[in-house]
């Protein structure tokens, strides 16, 4: 049994994807934070985890005929869940001058060796706070700038708080998933003053307190980073007096959620390798590393391989650099548990009245968040091409999903433009679009699909993670360059390379090279390999499993946040 005290990493994220009805996620950041808490549980670290939460989920999306979104609130029912136990501590945090009472909700991640580690989720939804006031824990990513703030006080200073009352008083490290949680670390500075017993703190214990922090990246747009006016932040938080200490909270006039995190922390790191370069760029003052994301073995492989694995692979559950050993699996075994995975996600297009789609056909995936720098219509840019490619090599199916942010209008638009190239191949090709993205149809579709599909538009993607829990499922990907893949591709062993490293002159030509690289691939490598030479094609898979699923995983991803953070 694990005591509070004896936890000594905090683990701080605005979503945690913990599982599929519980809402409390909107994509990739927190698919790696619930990824990451669960290697953490299988690999004992003594970690505690902390965020919102979002009683009202992200939202749930439907798409009508012609592929315009839908959305709605996806409250779920707190009090039914037996995994969330309400803990009895009580907090607050000071808002706009009121003092807003906090509670919270324990969840317990238990790892493959049966270590847990907690999860807390902050929830002001107490009768002794006004009406507004309970609702700040509510939405994921809604409201407008004041709200949002709100909701980072609530996570980074009450989160301490919760920590400090439920004992957790031995933590050494606090790592800021993103810069949603950099007030932690005010929170973390005010206790230092506390104890000297003072109410402003000094530059020493600003030194202090960086030896403790950690910050990872996720955006590599500067546009995509919270920042908030400072007379927003001097009415939300009551306070003028961190301002003196400008070269820490305030930059270019605004309190910027990324600078006070890169300014608190003494490891940063980017989430791929080329993220950490891209990163270094945009914040030249500052030392940045790179530690790539992975994905949670456990978590994304099918059950029919993870069967496969169990008899083949002793103990890649607890270590997944076993995972190397896929290469001795006979290939007819591989390929068996792949068409069951396939037959799964086909049934399930089925019961949802998507006809027509078979077992026998190259079957193409792309699902992630619909927001225009993933580029989910490339495919389409020349639809004489693709037919003609279907004609002469053989026929392909494509099943997509994803939400688009309610405000992004561009990402919206791209679900309409896959709905409109859908109608106009109907006579070619099959085209899905499954509404409603969340992990349980993640978990389908990077199992059932034969080729992942990811087109981002360089250097946007930053990691990239859906690839990752492909290829742990032997299923190889066909990418743009750009994130996890200029790493984890080895061209026709590991899957394929689409366009070039080097950039173009404009996003316009960009886009054309790479559809025209992309189709290429498609028609030369992808359909004849898929279908003339099947003993290749599984040899890619094998080694999809071999070298990407043992490396590009939250285990070894942590293992160096251990090495480079957490032990230094
Ligand atoms: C894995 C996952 C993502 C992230 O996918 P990327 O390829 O990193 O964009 C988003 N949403 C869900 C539901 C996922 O499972």
Not at 14 to 37: F, K, R
Request: net charge neutral; charged share 25%.
């Amino acid at each position: 049994m694990t005591v509070a005290s004896d936890r000594s990493i905090a683990y701080f994220s605005m979503e945690i994807a913990l599982e599929s009805s519980i809402p409390t996620y909107s994509g990739g950041l927190g698919v790696l934070a619930g990824d990451t808490i669960r290697a953490a549980a299988d690999m004992k670290f003594p970690m505690v985890a902390v965020t919102l939460l979002h009683r009202k989920g992200y939202f749930s999306q439907t798409l009508d005929s012609v592929g315009t979104q839908h959305e709605a609130p996806t409250p779920w029912p707190v009090d039914e869940y037996l995994n969330l136990k309400e803990v009895s501590a009580r907090v607050s945090v000071s808002l706009d001058g009121r003092t807003v009472a906090l509670r919270a909700w324990q969840y317990d991640v238990k790892g493959a060796t049966g270590h847990w580690v907690p999860v807390y989720l902050l929830d002001t939804g107490l009768d002794v706070n006004s009406e507004w006031d309970r609702r700040i824990t509510d939405s994921l990513y809604g409201g407008d700038k004041h709200y949002r703030l709100c909701q980072e006080v609530v996570l980074g200073c009450g989160g301490i708080r919760l920590l400090r009352s439920l004992g957790y008083d031995r933590l050494g490290r606090f790592h800021m998933n993103e810069g949603h949680s950099s007030l932690l670390a005010l929170e973390l500075l005010d206790e230092e003053a506390g104890k000297a017993g003072r109410d402003c703190f000094t530059h020493e214990e600003v030194e202090l307190v960086r030896k403790k922090c950690v910050f990872t990246t996720h955006t590599p747009v500067a546009a995509g980073h919270d920042q908030f006016p400072l007379d927003l932040v001097k009415q939300v938080t009551g306070r003028s007096d961190i301002f003196n200490m400008k070269e820490v909270f305030c930059c270019e006039g605004v309190l910027n959620m990324t600078y006070l995190a890169l300014n608190l922390s003494h490891f940063v790191n980017g989430v791929a390798k080329k993220h950490g370069e891209i990163s270094r760029l945009m914040f030249a003052k500052y030392p940045i590393d790179a530690i790539t994301n992975g994905v949670h073995a456990a978590t994304w492989v099918s059950s029919h391989l993870a069967c496969l694995f169990d008899e083949f692979i002793a103990g890649w559950r607890e270590d997944n650099f076993n995972l190397r050993y896929a290469l001795k699996i006979p290939k007819e075994r591989i390929e068996a548990a792949h068409a069951k995975a396939k037959g799964q996600l086909l049934e399930y297009l089925r019961l949802r009245g998507f006809a027509g789609f078979e077992e026998g056909i190259l079957t193409i995936g792309f699902a992630r968040r619909a927001t225009g720098y993933k580029r989910a219509d490339l495919l389409f840019q020349d639809i004489e091409r693709l037919r003609k490619i279907v004609k002469d090599g053989g026929p392909i199916q494509i099943i997509f999903a994803g939400k688009a942010h309610p405000h992004d209008l561009a990402g919206k638009g791209l679900i309409r433009r896959i709905y409109a190239a859908k109608e106009e191949l109907k006579d070619g090709l099959k085209v899905a679009y499954l509404q409603d993205y969340d992990i349980d149809m993640s978990r389908l579709l990077v199992s059932g699909v034969d080729v992942w599909l990811n087109t981002p538009m360089p250097p946007l993607e930053a990691s990239g993670t859906s690839g990752m829990k492909a290829a742990m499922n032997g299923v190889p990907s066909l990418s743009v360059l750009d994130g996890w893949w200029i790493e984890g591709c080895i061209e026709g062993i590991t899957g394929w390379a689409i366009g070039e490293v080097d950039g173009a002159p404009s996003e316009s030509e960009r886009s054309r090279r790479d559809a025209l690289s992309l189709y290429d691939k498609l028609e030369k490598v992808v359909l004849p390999r898929f279908y003339c030479d099947r003993e290749a094609f599984v040899d890619t898979m094998k080694h999809a499993i071999a070298l990407n699923g043992s490396f590009f995983n939250t285990q070894r991803m942590l293992q160096q946040y251990a090495l480079k953070a957490y032990l230094l």
